[in-house]
């Protein structure tokens, strides 16, 4: 059974900083691809970054130069360094992994950025 769980999310004041978590079980973590997901409110969910199984990295236009995606292969784990946080940054983040032509998503954090 694949399982995704964020944690990380919360209340931060723009410019911050929050460290986003999401822990996997049920796929051989280090061969797959993982991403986060952005969806704010009344919006569609995009993709902010990815990472491969050989650690190349990309990132949606907006966030790019902030946030940093890592992975731990050893925890099954891939992270979301979120600094110089907007308001516009504001939603519920989610990690994604496509496994066997199936797409897997979390519960989602959520992260408010104001002031």
């Known amino acids: 059974q694949v399982r995704l769980v964020e944690s990380g999310g919360g209340s931060v004041q723009p410019g911050g900083s929050l460290r986003l978590s999401c822990a996997t079980s049920?796929?051989?973590?280090?061969?797959?691809?993982m991403r986060w997901y952005g969806q704010a409110p009344g919006q569609q969910r995009e993709l902010v970054a990815s990472?491969?199984?050989?650690?190349?990295?990309d990132y949606g236009d907006s966030v790019k130069g902030r946030f940093t995606i890592s992975r731990n292969n050893g925890r099954s784990t891939v992270y979301l360094q979120m600094n110089s946080l907007k308001p516009e940054d504001t939603a519920v983040y989610y990690c994604?992994?496509?496994?066997?032509?199936?797409?897997?998503w979390g519960q989602g954090t959520r992260v408010t950025v104001s002031s």
């Open positions: 994604n992994v496509r496994y066997k032509a199936r797409d897997y």
């Open positions: 049920g796929i051989n973590f280090s061969i797959h691809a």
């Open positions: 990472i491969l199984s050989n650690g190349t990295t």
